[in-house]
């Protein structure tokens, strides 16, 4: 309850008229840090959702500063963080992204950007989680039926963001969503929402997104076609063919909002710092806090860490630019740290031209 009242009296002391426009972003960004974890009780759909691949972060550059990238996305990557920053591609961007995760699961991720003057930046992107063919057992036979199955997550998506504004864009993803393990899949389509404000000091700007918003999913498939016997008194034992139903399960929906701006600036270095804020449908908030240096507009340090997840807790990482004809080609690397799992690596590169 006192985190409670101390939330709401930021709340009103933030909205007075009075204030200054400094003072009021100095008030949301302690509202970002107070509100998620003082004001609100525990999340009770904790491991409700489904489509768990479409939450797992996917470019280097984002991941290395903790997922800390709603209000700072501006390349192709970010139609995965907040399609609004695709506004911030000045003609085209390509970006790979691949992560090895445990066992033999991996992560990749491809995205395109084409902007046009005056109309605006048109986006398409794709996510594989996929895993190596695993070999069947049953009781009868536990070393193996000869048979093997194995499981892929698919994303398609295709977006579109303009500015509303010289310092105000906005952006959507319309995308279809599909899980399947051996013969059984499920599929819909989602939608993404997001918005950038740029606030003009220090490159200060404003991020939201809304991600993963649609219908429930449910499996279906040949393996769940079964025989039943609708009345087993019959001499005869008449057999009907018949399906097994699954329930239905929510895509992950959340909602996240983030600020970022340049702490410092010299001639041959820069530091950008960011803070991001979700709130997950099927679990509690989670609160991300990421830096990137930049040293003589080539080589990038970043950092991050990850506050409210089960596992996941630090990440590094490095960037290096190229010039490559009138554009350039980006090579980044991150290293993520968990509690409880073995760390991974993730690896992108970029293309601007």
């Given at each position: 309850?006192?985190?409670?009242?101390?939330?709401?009296?930021?709340?009103?002391?933030?909205?007075?008229?009075?204030?200054?426009?400094?003072?009021?972003?100095?008030?949301?960004?302690?509202?970002?840090?107070?509100?998620?974890?003082?004001?609100?009780?525990?999340?009770?759909?904790?491991?409700?959702?489904?489509?768990?691949?479409?939450?797992?972060?996917?470019?280097?550059?984002?991941?290395?500063?903790?997922?800390?990238?709603?209000?700072?996305?501006?390349?192709?990557?970010?139609?995965?963080?907040?399609?609004?920053?695709?506004?911030?591609?000045?003609?085209?961007?390509?970006?790979?992204?691949?992560?090895?995760?445990?066992?033999?699961?991996?992560?990749?991720?491809?995205?395109?950007?084409?902007?046009?003057?005056?109309?605006?930046?048109?986006?398409?992107?794709?996510?594989?989680?996929?895993?190596?063919?695993?070999?069947?057992?049953?009781?009868?036979?536990?070393?193996?039926?000869?048979?093997?199955?194995?499981?892929?997550?698919l994303m398609i998506g295709a977006s579109f963001a303009r500015k509303l504004t010289n310092d105000?864009?906005?952006?959507?993803?319309?995308?279809?969503?599909?899980?399947?393990?051996?013969?059984?899949?499920?599929?819909?389509?989602?939608?993404?929402?997001?918005?950038?404000?740029?606030?003009?000091?220090?490159?200060?700007?404003?991020?939201?997104?809304?991600?993963?918003?649609?219908?429930?999913?449910?499996?279906?498939?040949?393996?769940?076609?079964?025989?039943?016997?609708q009345n087993s008194q019959l001499s005869y034992n008449r057999l009907a063919p018949a399906d097994?139903?699954?329930?239905?399960?929510?895509?992950?929906?959340?909602?996240?909002?983030?600020?970022?701006?340049?702490?410092?600036?010299?001639?041959?270095?820069?530091?950008?710092?960011?803070?991001?804020?979700?709130?997950?449908?099927?679990?509690?908030?989670?609160?991300?806090?990421?830096?990137?240096?930049?040293?003589?507009?080539?080589?990038?340090?970043?950092?991050?860490?990850?506050?409210?997840?089960?596992?996941?807790?630090?990440?590094?990482?490095?960037?290096?630019?190229?010039?490559?004809?009138?554009?350039?080609?980006?090579?980044?690397?991150?290293?993520?740290?968990?509690?409880?799992?073995?760390?991974?690596?993730?690896?992108?590169?970029?293309?601007?031209?």
């Amino acid at each position: 309850m006192k985190n409670r009242m101390k939330a709401f009296h930021l709340r009103f002391v933030c909205a007075a008229d009075q204030l200054p426009m400094m003072a009021r972003i100095a008030c949301i960004i302690v509202l970002l840090g107070v509100v998620p974890f003082g004001a609100f009780a525990q999340n009770p759909n904790l491991g409700t959702s489904g489509a768990q691949f479409l939450k797992i972060p996917v470019g280097a550059r984002a991941s290395a500063m903790g997922g800390a990238f709603i209000a700072n996305a501006n390349d192709a990557s970010s139609l995965f963080w907040n399609p609004a920053g695709i506004v911030n591609v000045a003609s085209n961007d390509l970006s790979f992204s691949h992560t090895s995760l445990w066992a033999t699961v991996s992560l990749d991720h491809a995205s395109f950007v084409h902007s046009i003057e005056d109309l605006g930046s048109f986006g398409v992107s794709v996510t594989v989680l996929s895993m190596g063919s695993m070999e069947m057992t049953t009781e009868e036979q536990p070393e193996g039926t000869g048979e093997f199955f194995d499981a892929q997550d698919l994303m398609i998506g295709a977006s579109f963001a303009r500015k509303l504004t010289n310092d105000f864009g906005v952006g959507i993803t319309a995308k279809y969503v599909e899980e399947r393990i051996w013969n059984e899949k499920a599929s819909g389509i989602a939608f993404d929402v997001g918005t950038q404000y740029r606030i003009g000091f220090r490159d200060l700007t404003l991020g939201m997104s809304m991600m993963n918003f649609g219908g429930d999913m449910n499996y279906g498939g040949r393996d769940l076609s079964v025989k039943y016997d609708q009345n087993s008194q019959l001499s005869y034992n008449r057999l009907a063919p018949a399906d097994l139903t699954t329930d239905d399960y929510p895509l992950p929906l959340h909602f996240e909002v983030g600020i970022s701006m340049t702490a410092i600036t010299t001639d041959q270095l820069s530091m950008l710092v960011a803070v991001d804020v979700t709130h997950p449908n099927d679990n509690d908030e989670h609160l991300n806090l990421g830096s990137e240096v930049k040293i003589f507009d080539r080589l990038f340090l970043r950092g991050g860490y990850r506050f409210g997840y089960d596992t996941e807790r630090a990440t590094f990482g490095v960037g290096i630019d190229a010039p490559l004809g009138d554009g350039k080609i980006a090579f980044d690397y991150a290293y993520a740290v968990y509690n409880l799992l073995p760390n991974i690596n993730r690896f992108s590169v970029g293309i601007a031209f």
